[in-house]
Structure formats: structure tokens, C-alpha cells
């Protein structure tokens, strides 16, 4: 059976909805699961590291893998290594020494973490192949490229959101142990849909070499480092500090915990997937630019510090977070779409794979400084309060980085030109 590319894309995006439930729900599970256990806030970090490191190889390596060889195979590698990751987890135990555990949980993160980029890199890379080459109306194949990018950024996080909410829930359900494995069973189901994919979906024509791995374009290589900084700053104080704050400091449970950060993500998520309605809704008919990732990235550079205040001043500390962090995830979603727009729009689909594994090896590289960053300032703040001001301020600083690169971005080519 001859699949369109509509139906291609159907199918990868389905596959990355399912691995997305069990991204989101696995990182709550170990979050609450390991600080249940005693663990510091920087040895949860710690436990996180591989995950974003070797998603920093992989996106640098999985877009040429893709571009020789099809995103197909890196899809089924992605699914595959997941699955093994959370069998890998099923025999984990309190009983384990803390060492055995950490190294034994940090191997089965890098794998994980091998994993998620994979699946991202070839579901945002498919995007490309649906979006037609030479359209009639320019204008108009750039709306259709923004829209499908936003919908596909948005209904992730959306149910990354929902992952985050099902981890705390199976957490006080099942369990740690039987959680991994309901996960594993579910994704396994979801490696079936993915058989019937032709094999040169997203290959190149000619076999790229290795000197390709380095983006030449300066549009990618000035967006990859403002994302760097952007996702630097979220993950700085959502990963590790966020969740501990709101157990150590506001007493709330792992599920609540886990509901309350799964709907900020699911809320996230729709604000991307509306970015390009809000825009015409604000008077802007256009496809967003250097611009606006200019505006959005200057806005996004005050709220942490507008948090990191409101504590400091001793006001109520549950407002501030909530408040916060809803006006954070607003700004941030818009940034984050226009990002994940852009990256396709300065980039062809002949080379796309490897375009965008090497923009999403320096969001993958900003997470990894984030994480490690989250878990040692929280715990150089002494008290909980005092960890999470300064994970704010810090992350005030990296969005205003984010802003200063973005300064250099060169106008998006036509769509005629970028391919």
C-alpha cells in the first residue's frame, strides 16, 4: 500500500504522540520516585545528565542518519531504544546501593535520551516532506508550513503535559516498577503503526558526508544558539527545582505535583498550537520573522526575574509560582513556535534532517546546562525559597542571552529559495 505524504506524516506524528506520553510521565516518575528516596536535588540532576548529553550526540548524529538512510530508520530506532530504557527500569529498587542506582538509572536515561531525540528529529523533519516545494502563493506556503510546525509543537507538549500528569499518577497507583512497565507495553503497541512507513521518507538523494554535520547556513547556526540559551533558561528552574520547591516548600503531593505541571504543559502546548491564530488575532497577517523572536525573547527576560522578586519580598509563594509560571509559559510558547517555524523556513527539504538535528542538538545542549544548572543553584540557595530565587535569576540571564543572539538572525528566504 502506496502511503501519501499526508498519511506518512499521520503516522510518524501518532507514533511521537505515544513516545511523548511516556517522556513526560517518566521524568515525574523519576523526579518524585528518586526524592522519595532521599536523593539531593543536584544527584537528581545528576540522573538526568546523560539523557540530555547523549541527546546532544544524537541530534548532531541522527540528522545525518536520517539523511542517508531515511527517517524511517531513525524512527524505529527512537521507539525501540525507549522501550528498551523503560524495561531496563522495571528491576530498579530502594534496596539498590545509592551508587549502583545511579549509575544503573543514568545508563538507562542515556538511552532514553538517545531516544527522544530520534523520535523528535524525525517527526519535526517530516513536517517538510507535506509542505509543497513550489507553492502557487508564496505567502501562502509559509502559513502552511508555520501551521503545521505549531500544530505538531503544540499537540506534543500538550500531551507531554498529560505524560507529566500520568507519572505522578501511576506513581501513587502502581507504583514505580509496574509503571515502567505499562509504559513499555503501551509504546510497543504504538512500534506497530510504524511498519508500514516507505523507507525514503526524509533521504537524501545524495549520501551526505560527515563534514555536513555542521550547519552552514547562519540562520540555523544564530537560531541553534539563541535556542540553546532559551531552553537553558526553562529547564534551569522547571526540571529539578520547580517540582522540589512545590514538595518541600508548598507541601503539595507527587500527584498534585504532577497534575499541576502536566496542565502548564497541556496549557503550554495549545498556545503553541494557536501561535498562528493568536498572531492574525493581534493584526499580524504575516509568518513571523527575526522579529519576533526578538520581542518574544525580550518579554520572556523579565518574568523570572518579576518571580525571583515577588519571592524575595516574602509574598505568597503559591500566587507567585502559579502566576508565574502561566505568564512564563505564555511568552515562552510563542518564542518556542516562532523558533520551530523558523528553523524549517531557513532551511530546504532536501537537507532538512540535517538542519534540524543539528538545531535541536543545541536545544538538547541547553537542556543538559539547564538540568545540571537547576539542581546545583537550588542547592546553593540553602533553603528552598532561596534555591528557587536564584534558579529564577539565573534563568532571567540565559533568555537575556537568548535575546542578544537573536539580534544576528538574517531575514527568512522565500520558500522558492530555501528549497
Same mark, same amino acid.
Given at each position: *500500500?502506496?502511503?501519501?505524504?499526508?498519511? #506518512?506524516?499521520?503516522?510518524?506524528?501518532?507514533?511521537?504522540?505515544?513516545?511523548?506520553?511516556?517522556?513526560?510521565?517518566?521524568?515525574?516518575?523519576?523526579?518524585? $520516585?528518586?526524592? #522519595?528516596?532521599?536523593?539531593?536535588?543536584?544527584?537528581?540532576?545528576?540522573?538526568? +545528565?546523560?539523557?540530555?548529553?547523549?541527546?546532544?550526540?544524537?541530534?548532531?548524529? @541522527?540528522?545525518?542518519?536520517?539523511?542517508?538512510?531515511?527517517?524511517?530508520?531513525?524512527?524505529?530506532?527512537?521507539?525501540?531504544?525507549?522501550?528498551?530504557?523503560?524495561? *531496563?527500569?522495571?528491576?530498579?529498587?530502594?534496596?539498590?546501593?545509592?551508587? +549502583?542506582?545511579?549509575?544503573?538509572?543514568?545508563?538507562?536515561?542515556?538511552?532514553?535520551?538517545?531516544?527522544?531525540?530520534?523520535?523528535?528529529?524525525?517527526?519535526?523533519?517530516?513536517?517538510?516532506?507535506?509542505? !509543497?516545494?513550489? !507553492?502557487?502563493?508564496?505567502?501562502?506556503?509559509?502559513?502552511?508550513?508555520?501551521?503545521? =510546525?505549531?500544530?505538531?509543537? &503544540?499537540?506534543?507538549?500538550?500531551?507531554?503535559?498529560?505524560?507529566?500528569? +500520568?507519572?505522578?499518577?501511576?506513581?501513587?497507583?502502581?507504583?514505580?516498577?509496574?509503571?515502567?512497565?505499562?509504559?513499555?507495553? @503501551?509504546?510497543?503497541?504504538?512500534?506497530? /503503526?510504524?511498519? =508500514?512507513? !516507505? @523507507?525514503?521518507?526524509?533521504?537524501?538523494?545524495?549520501?551526505?558526508?560527515?563534514?555536513?554535520?555542521?550547519?552552514?547556513?547562519?540562520?540555523?547556526?544564530?537560531?541553534? /544558539?539563541?535556542?540553546?540559551?532559551?531552553?537553558?533558561?526553562?529547564?534551569?528552574?522547571?526540571?529539578?527545582?520547580?517540582?522540589?520547591?512545590?514538595?518541600?516548600?508548598?507541601?503539595?503531593?507527587?500527584?498534585?505535583?504532577?497534575?499541576?505541571?502536566?496542565?502548564?504543559?497541556?496549557?503550554?502546548?495549545?498556545?503553541?498550537?494557536?501561535?498562528?491564530?493568536?498572531?492574525?488575532?493581534?493584526?499580524?497577517?504575516?509568518?513571523? &520573522?527575526?522579529?519576533?523572536? #526578538?520581542?518574544?525573547?525580550?518579554?520572556?527576560?523579565?518574568?523570572?526575574?518579576?518571580?525571583?522578586?515577588?519571592?524575595?519580598?516574602?509574598?505568597?509563594?503559591?500566587?507567585?509560582?502559579?502566576?508565574?509560571?502561566?505568564?512564563?509559559?505564555?511568552?515562552?510558547?510563542?518564542?518556542?513556535?516562532? $523558533?520551530?517555524? *523558523?528553523?524549517?523556513?531557513?532551511?530546504?527539504?532536501?537537507?532538512?534532517?540535517?538542519?534540524?538535528?543539528?538545531?535541536?542538538?543545541?536545544?538538547?545542549?541547553?537542556?543538559?546546562?539547564?538540568?545540571?544548572?537547576?539542581?546545583?543553584?537550588?542547592?546553593?540557595?540553602?533553603?528552598?525559597?532561596? @534555591?528557587?530565587?536564584?534558579?529564577?535569576?539565573?534563568?532571567? /540571564?540565559?533568555?537575556?542571552?537568548?535575546?542578544?543572539?537573536? /539580534?544576528?538572525?538574517?531575514?527568512?528566504?522565500? +520558500?522558492?529559495?530555501?528549497?
Amino acid at each position: *500500500m502506496k502511503l501519501s505524504p499526508l498519511q #506518512q506524516y499521520g503516522i510518524v506524528t501518532a507514533n511521537y504522540w505515544a513516545f511523548t506520553l511516556t517522556d513526560g510521565a517518566l521524568r515525574m516518575l523519576v523526579v518524585f $520516585h528518586f526524592h #522519595q528516596l532521599g536523593y539531593s536535588t543536584l544527584e537528581i540532576a545528576f540522573l538526568f +545528565l546523560f539523557y540530555e548529553f547523549f541527546g546532544v550526540l544524537t541530534n548532531l548524529y @541522527g540528522g545525518w542518519i536520517g539523511a542517508r538512510y531515511g527517517l524511517r530508520l531513525t524512527l524505529w530506532a527512537g521507539t525501540l531504544l525507549q522501550i528498551l530504557a523503560l524495561v *531496563m527500569l522495571i528491576p530498579v529498587a530502594a534496596s539498590w546501593p545509592k551508587l +549502583l542506582s545511579v549509575i544503573y538509572v543514568m545508563a538507562a536515561q542515556a538511552i532514553s535520551g538517545i531516544a527522544k531525540d530520534l523520535n523528535k528529529m524525525s517527526a519535526k523533519s517530516a513536517i517538510k516532506t507535506v509542505v !509543497p516545494e513550489t !507553492p502557487d502563493d508564496e505567502q501562502q506556503g509559509q502559513k502552511q508550513l508555520f501551521k503545521w =510546525v505549531a500544530i505538531l509543537t &503544540g499537540s506534543k507538549n500538550a500531551l507531554k503535559g498529560v505524560g507529566f500528569f +500520568l507519572g505522578g499518577v501511576l506513581l501513587t497507583a502502581v507504583g514505580f516498577n509496574s509503571a515502567v512497565g505499562l509504559m513499555a507495553a @503501551g509504546l510497543a503497541l504504538a512500534f506497530a /503503526l510504524t511498519l =508500514v512507513l !516507505p @523507507g525514503e521518507i526524509g533521504r537524501m538523494k545524495q549520501k551526505p558526508g560527515f563534514s555536513a554535520l555542521f550547519s552552514k547556513s547562519k540562520g540555523i547556526n544564530v537560531l541553534s /544558539l539563541a535556542r540553546f540559551f532559551l531552553f537553558g533558561a526553562r529547564d534551569v528552574w522547571f526540571v529539578v527545582a520547580l517540582p522540589v520547591f512545590l514538595e518541600a516548600s508548598l507541601g503539595w503531593s507527587f500527584w498534585e505535583i504532577g497534575g499541576f505541571l502536566g496542565l502548564w504543559v497541556i496549557g503550554y502546548g495549545f498556545v503553541q498550537g494557536g501561535a498562528p491564530s493568536l498572531r492574525r488575532l493581534w493584526g499580524q497577517s504575516t509568518t513571523p &520573522g527575526a522579529s519576533a523572536v #526578538q520581542f518574544w525573547s525580550a518579554a520572556l527576560s523579565a518574568i523570572p526575574a518579576l518571580i525571583a522578586i515577588a519571592l524575595w519580598r516574602n509574598s505568597d509563594p503559591g500566587l507567585a509560582i502559579t502566576a508565574g509560571l502561566a505568564a512564563f509559559g505564555v511568552v515562552f510558547a510563542m518564542n518556542s513556535s516562532i $523558533h520551530s517555524y *523558523m528553523v524549517l523556513a531557513y532551511t530546504d527539504a532536501e537537507s532538512v534532517s540535517l538542519n534540524v538535528g543539528f538545531y535541536y542538538m543545541a536545544n538538547a545542549a541547553g537542556r543538559l546546562v539547564g538540568t545540571l544548572l537547576s539542581g546545583a543553584v537550588f542547592m546553593l540557595g540553602r533553603t528552598a525559597s532561596g @534555591g528557587m530565587q536564584a534558579c529564577l535569576w539565573v534563568s532571567s /540571564l540565559l533568555v537575556l542571552l537568548s535575546w542578544l543572539s537573536s /539580534l544576528r538572525l538574517p531575514p527568512v528566504p522565500r +520558500l522558492s529559495q530555501a528549497n
